[in-house]
């Protein structure tokens, strides 16, 4: 039972949270709470008494504890996939710690976060951006309750409040899709922008089975069979560079049913390239990284994520403190510029070595946009530019080199605007349910699970797998009619092979 305590001419409660631990009655500033009367002291130490046999009760010490040394701890704690704890140290360094890095944990409020997300608003970040680092946010205050070092979750969304108008402004806008013979010509244009048939081969592979970046870029030569395609594993890239074996989203293993012509590509592919096992993991994947041209090569000497590496944090950050120290924590941006300094980092340095694998902005941003769009992206001092290419054969060939645009008689015109690596993706799903193909039957392809009842009563025959692949061939075989009359032959080799059998 909790008692009053006499101290001179005020009384204080006292209660117990365990066998030998007395607590004191205070206020929310953590001070004693002086009572006239024993009566109202023992009272007060007998509520809170309660609250501890309920499991209700929390230390009134609890949650003076810094944003910043409870996340520390808290992020040691997480036993994650290496993605997941890259996005959110990635969140937190870069995001949270420099708003709330000082503040107490129990002293974090929704003003504090809403004038939080206001700023992040005036550094022109993405509404959805801002979204997902607060949901962030959330599960580590989340947890925090959980603990007992506060009372409720600030960052929890207040829902139900009748405000309906303007919420589509926040909805992010629809993925752009293109159709076979948009695959056809983007595909051409990529193998043409890095000069061999690789790129040819792995957009045409993504545009007819929806495989994941990685699971692409992960594809070992095992898994390519006599009729489907395994998936096992995928590679996805760290912000240390590292490219992680690990299983596919979500453990989407699956077989993928491939048509006998994409087969033929890859096993052309296969024969012509002769994988050998990669340094990294010492397993031959069927794609591998740039040769050393156009914007493929890498940097000589300490590199980005050396930096990173030996000060443990993000990429990401360490972009922050070159390009806006004042949106990085003080104690991060020293551990940032010491770690440079130690390591003798020269920002753009010279060319080196090309990667073993693809990278997957690299790949975006100097192969995949300039494809679809007809544009090269800005990189300082260069603005954004057409693609200056050649007036024949058809398309055109990239020009490159000094005054390349002086020396080019022609520039691509778009074919997808917006589209992006995973929008072949959204493509593939398109393609498919324009074609009426049963749901099961996706979700299978693509690596996706339906719970639903619906679902689970559903199965899927030889002959929808049959209908799906004769639909599949045929939109391919009228994309390759068309790029035929447009131009018989092409200068990549396996789109060559292909036309000349219309011939």
Not at 135 to 154: C, F, K, M, Q, S
Not at 276 to 296: A, D, I, K, M, W
Not at 442 to 459: I, K, N, P
Request: proline share 6%; hydrophobic share 35%; with cysteine.
């Amino acid at each position: 039972m909790g008692f009053g305590e006499k101290r001179g001419t005020w009384y204080r409660g006292r209660y117990w949270i365990g066998q030998g631990a007395l607590r004191t009655v205070q206020d929310a500033d953590g001070k004693t709470v002086r009572f006239t009367t024993k009566r109202e002291a023992a009272k007060a130490a007998n509520d809170l008494e309660a609250k501890v046999r309920e499991g209700k009760w929390r230390d009134p010490n609890a949650g003076k504890e810094t944003f910043g040394e409870y996340v520390n701890r808290w992020y040691e704690e997480q036993e994650l996939a290496a993605s997941t704890m890259q996005n959110y140290k990635r969140h937190i360094e870069e995001h949270l710690l420099p708003a709330f890095e000082a503040k107490a944990i129990s002293d974090i409020d929704r003003a504090d976060i809403a004038n939080w997300e206001k700023k992040e608003r005036e550094l022109s970040y993405a509404a959805s951006s801002i979204k997902t680092w607060r949901g962030t946010l959330h599960t580590i205050l989340a947890d925090a309750v959980e603990e007992g070092l506060r009372d409720a979750n600030p960052a929890t969304k207040r829902r139900g409040r009748g405000k309906r108008a303007g919420r589509s402004r926040n909805r992010a806008p629809e993925k752009a899709v293109t159709d076979a013979l948009g695959i056809l010509l983007m595909s051409e244009r990529a193998a043409l922008l890095a000069g061999r048939d690789d790129e040819f081969v792995a957009m045409v592979l993504k545009g007819y089975t929806g495989m994941r970046w990685g699971e692409i870029v992960g594809l070992e030569k095992g898994f390519v069979r006599a009729q489907t395609l395994r998936i096992e594993w995928q590679l996805y890239e760290l912000d240390s560079g590292e490219l992680h074996r690990c299983p596919p989203k979500e453990d989407s293993y699956r077989d993928i049913d491939v048509m006998p012509w994409l087969l033929d590509l890859l096993a052309g592919h296969i024969t012509r390239t002769k994988p050998q096992p990669c340094p990294c993991h010492g397993l031959t994947y069927v794609f591998r990284g740039l040769r050393e041209s156009n914007h493929s090569v890498r940097q000589t000497g300490p590199k980005l994520v050396d930096v990173a590496r030996l000060a443990g944090v993000s990429t990401g950050t360490v972009s922050n403190v070159l390009n806006r120290p004042a949106t990085v924590a003080e104690e991060t941006r020293v551990k940032v510029v010491t770690a440079m300094s130690e390591l003798g980092y020269v920002r753009s340095g010279p060319a080196g070595a090309p990667a073993p694998h693809w990278r997957r902005n690299g790949f975006a941003t100097w192969l995949f946009q300039p494809a679809s769009t007809g544009w090269y992206p800005k990189k300082a001092p260069q603005e954004a530019h057409p693609v200056p290419v050649s007036a024949g054969p058809w398309p055109g060939l990239p020009v490159r080199g000094r005054n390349a645009s002086g020396r080019a008689e022609a520039c691509w015109l778009p074919i997808a605007k917006g589209l992006t690596p995973h929008g072949l993706r959204h493509t593939h799903k398109t393609v498919m349910e324009d074609l009426g193909t049963p749901p099961k039957l996706m979700d299978e392809r693509l690596g996706h699970e339906d719970g639903s009842v619906q679902a689970r009563y559903t199965h899927i025959t030889a002959g929808m797998r049959r209908r799906l692949l004769k639909a599949l061939t045929e939109q391919w075989e009228e994309a390759l009619d068309v790029r035929f009359a447009l131009n018989p032959r092409s200068a990549v080799g396996a789109l060559d092979e292909l036309l000349r059998t219309r011939l």
